[in-house]
Structures are given as C-alpha cells and as structure tokens.
C-alpha cells in the first residue's frame, strides 16, 4: 500500500491515502487532522476500544477510565449543523466539557469524503441498513482494540458499551 509515513515512539507507521482507503486492514491505517490542524496518526489508538462519530457526543468519564475513547469528526454535510470554524467548533465544544478528541470537519460522504469514513462504511459490520451512505449526524461506529468495525449504530440509536465490548 503506498501511503506516508508517521513516526512515534520511535516506530514508524504507514498511513492509508485517499486513493487506496480500500485496502487498509484497520483504523491504525489512517490520520485525520485534529482540530488544530495536526496530522494525527489513528496509531495512537491502538489497543482501545474506541467510537468514532460525526457530531459531538456526551458519554461519562468513566467509560475513558475503562479504556472508551471517542473520536468526534465534526461535519457540515447534513442541514448545515456545523457551519462554524475549527476554532468556533472547539470552543462550542469546551462549552459541553467535551473531554474527547475532536479532529477538523470533514465530509462523511460522496467524492470528498474521509478516506477512514469511506472505509469504514466498506467494512462488512460497518454497513448501513439502506445503503452504506450516512444518513444524518450522530451515526457512530464502535470500533474493537485490533481497529475493527464491530458495529455501526443509526442517528437514533443509543450505542450504550456494554462492558464485554471494552475488553475486546
């Protein structure tokens, strides 16, 4: 796969591009810019059960103890819900104590979509009940320790983490 190239801890990690998002094996294949504008290898996340979601979302402090963590992936594409800047969305976040991390708008669907959210959308426990496109905000995906899409929750589904999830 060809891709660049993030170093940390002293090891050095490939990250999928927008053209080969299709043979990435697992999230730790991709970066996102977080809201300050640095490329953010998904690596760090190795090995934690994580949920990554397209809108701000509230879950308890005690989840991130438990090994949670909650990507959120501000985007404008539905109703124009999120019209404002990085730095406006970061400070409407800090409003709600959002104590996850918070990465720049992007497009969840169509050409110009996300290459992490084209993927996992692609993946077999990642797929939409009428087609794989999201529908609205709030759609999460949970996604296990190893950087699998273990379940795809709808805009009104409550994606409550049973604890057998947070030790996949």
Same mark, same amino acid.
């Given at each position: 796969?060809?891709? /660049? +190239?993030?170093?940390?801890?002293?090891?050095?990690? %490939?990250?999928?591009?927008?053209?080969? &998002?299709?043979?990435?094996?697992? %999230?730790?294949?991709?970066?996102?810019?977080? !809201?300050?504008?640095?490329?953010?290898?998904?690596?760090?996340?190795?090995? +934690?059960?994580?949920? !990554?979601?397209?809108?701000?979302?509230?879950?308890?402090? #005690?989840?991130?103890?438990?090994?949670?963590? !909650? $990507?959120?992936?501000?985007?404008?594409?539905?109703?124009?819900?999120?019209?404002?800047?990085?730095?406006?969305?970061?400070?409407?976040?800090?409003?709600?104590?959002?104590? /996850?991390? $918070?990465? #720049?708008? %992007?497009?969840?669907?169509?050409?110009?979509?996300?290459?992490? &959210?084209? &993927?996992?959308?692609?993946?077999?426990?990642?797929?939409?009940?009428?087609?794989?496109?999201?529908? &609205?905000?709030?759609?999460?995906?949970?996604?296990?320790?190893?950087?699998?899409?273990?379940?795809? +929750?709808?805009?009104?589904?409550?994606?409550?983490?049973?604890?057998? +999830?947070?030790?996949?």
């Amino acid at each position: 796969m060809s891709g /660049f +190239y993030h170093s940390e801890n002293g090891k050095k990690y %490939i990250c999928a591009q927008m053209k080969d &998002w299709q043979s990435a094996k697992s %999230i730790y294949e991709f970066s996102a810019k977080d !809201i300050d504008g640095n490329e953010v290898s998904l690596e760090k996340y190795r090995g +934690y059960v994580c949920i !990554i979601v397209n809108v701000l979302a509230e879950m308890h402090a #005690s989840l991130a103890e438990k090994g949670l963590r !909650i $990507l959120g992936f501000p985007c404008n594409q539905f109703g124009g819900q999120e019209p404002g800047t990085e730095a406006e969305i970061k400070e409407f976040a800090k409003g709600f104590n959002a104590d /996850f991390d $918070l990465f #720049s708008k %992007i497009d969840v669907n169509g050409d110009n979509a996300h290459p992490l &959210w084209k &993927w996992m959308k692609a993946q077999p426990k990642g797929k939409g009940t009428f087609g794989n496109n999201i529908k &609205w905000n709030f759609t999460k995906f949970l996604i296990n320790k190893e950087g699998q899409v273990v379940k795809r +929750y709808g805009p009104t589904d409550d994606p409550v983490v049973r604890q057998k +999830y947070l030790h996949m």
